[in-house]
């Protein structure tokens, strides 16, 4: 984990994101390629960081859950305060 991350949320988000890549994607071969560099463009040209995205955001907010919570309620300040609250998605120094 980047230490230099500022945000406990950004690192939850960090740390579920590279599970979702664990659980996705680790039996992947990634083709031949001469330097890391090569290899990253290969890696970020798939489908896989959007992959580790998705998987974070269910993984920290899942969205049965969170439908739940957003039931009969008017989109405003208020909700947006009340799921930051209760999924810890508020940016807050760690």
Not at 3 to 8: A, G, N, R, T
Not at 11 to 17: E, T
Not at 39 to 61: C, D, I, Q, S, V
């Amino acid at each position: 984990m980047n230490s230099e991350i500022p945000f406990i949320t950004r690192k939850r988000f960090a740390a579920a994101h590279e599970l979702g890549h664990y659980e996705m994607h680790r039996h992947l071969q990634p083709v031949f390629t001469d330097t890391e560099e090569d290899m990253m463009n290969w890696y970020k040209a798939g489908p896989h960081e959007t992959e580790a995205n998705e998987f974070a955001a269910e993984f920290l907010m899942p969205s049965e859950v969170f439908h739940k919570e957003c039931e009969r309620k008017k989109f405003g300040p208020e909700v947006i305060e009340h799921l930051s609250n209760r999924f810890q998605a508020r940016q807050q120094r760690f």
